[in-house]
């Protein structure tokens, strides 16, 4: 089956066959997925990470302890959302850059690494210096030939989403960029998927959300958003009892699954 652009970006119904998200890198996201959007979708509500790359953070822990970088991104990385989650939960909150570095101790502590402040701080600066994915320019570009209304919805604090931004150059391409710091929680909380419904002026139904991780997924799914994961590391879907509408690797493949004819 295929995707009429028109009949997608316009007032319609949109069927996403199963044979479609087989094709190309989306056959290698996971589980094939089969489902229907049926919203005038007007608005992409991006999580952070499908447009900047985490990697260089773990490049440069790797140079700070060698042997040791996957390591410590992976322990770290989990830490950081479970301080995240864990806070948010017991009404205990700090922002991501606060966590994101608790979580850094405990993971160096843990490691037995040797963190000085020196090693934190270029660590923890590395957030504010992230590159985008090489196909994000592009991509974004088409999307707002497109006519479609873009926004961040992240965890990141404000500060990094505005570096990020700065850094790639992208000042007019995000209409609104929503931390989830402004209302002191955490995705996947509710309340926070509800920011761009509130920005945007749109029903949940218009708005299609673009997670990086599986479990994002899964909360903005759970919320009634329409979902294209932009599966980047190749993960299978979270056993949550919901899966994304569509998945691909990359945001070319978001573009072209948006303008196939």
Known sequence: MTINR???????????ATEVLATSSRAAAGPSVQASIKAPIKAIAFDA?????PRPIVALAESIFPGKGAELG???????????????????????RQTTEDALSFSCELLQLDLTPARRDRLMNAYLSLPVWPD?????????????????????????LDAGIRNAGLERVFEHVLSTDQI??????????????DAFGLRRE????????????????????????????NQPVER????????GRTLTDLVGFLTAA
Do not use: C, M
Request: no cysteine; aromatic share 16%; net charge positive.
């Open 6 to 16: 028109r009949e997608f970006l316009n007032v319609t119904t949109v069927a996403i």
């Open 49 to 53: 990470f499908p447009i900047f790359d």
């Open 74 to 96: 992976n322990v770290w990385r989990t830490r950081q959302f479970e301080y995240q989650w864990l806070r948010a939960l017991s009404g205990r909150y700090a922002d991501f």
């Open 136 to 160: 994000v320019p592009a991509a974004l570009e088409a999307l707002k030939t497109a006519g479609l209304r873009l926004a961040f919805v992240s965890n990141a604090t404000r500060a990094i």
């Open 184 to 197: 002191r929680t955490y995705k996947p909380d509710p309340r926070a998927y509800q920011l761009a419904i």
């Open 206 to 233: 218009e708005i299609l959300f673009v997670p990086f991780a599986g479990w994002d997924v899964a909360g903005a799914k759970s919320f009634g958003y329409a979902t294209y994961w932009v599966n980047r590391q």
């Open 240 to 247: 949550l009892g919901v899966v994304p509408d569509a998945t």
